[in-house]
């Protein structure tokens, strides 16, 4: 049984820094791209940041790029995304994502994905 487990949301003022880790659980982790989703109050869950499989590339939304930068530990089975400079539209829930070996346009896109973390929230105060 594949689980996706995030933890390291919280309150933070603008400005401010988090970091948000996924425990990974029940997957062959160093074959899967992992990703950052996010879904503001209001707002349709929307791509983050991604890595591939063999953690030699990435992806960013436009939004928090040279803020946000996402790394992971293929022996912990995690993955990270330290966020810096964050400011009130940020806030959201954030999920981890895992899907088998693709890259390019498809692990921008929800349907890139087969497994989902619950999520955790991320509120950035002005």
């Known amino acids: 049984q594949v689980q996706l487990v995030e933890s390291g949301g919280g309150l933070v003022q603008a400005g401010g820094s988090l970091r948000l880790s996924c425990a990974a659980s029940?997957?062959?982790?160093?074959?899967?791209?992992m990703g950052w989703f996010r879904r503001a109050p209001g707002k349709e869950r929307v791509f983050v940041a991604a890595?591939?499989?063999?953690?030699?590339?990435?992806y960013y939304a436009d939004s928090v790029k040279g803020r946000f930068t996402i790394s992971r530990d293929n022996a912990k089975t995690t993955v990270y995304l330290p966020m810096n400079s964050l400011k009130p539209e940020d806030t959201a829930v954030y999920y981890c994502?895992?899907?088998?070996?693709?890259?390019?346009?498809?692990?921008?896109?929800?349907?890139?994905?087969?497994?989902w973390g619950q999520g955790t929230q991320v509120t950035v105060s002005s």
């Open positions: 890595i591939a499989w063999t953690g030699e590339s990435t």
């Open positions: 029940g997957l062959t982790f160093s074959s899967y791209t």
């Open positions: 994502a895992a899907g088998r070996a693709m890259w390019g346009h498809a692990a921008q896109t929800l349907t890139g994905y087969g497994y």
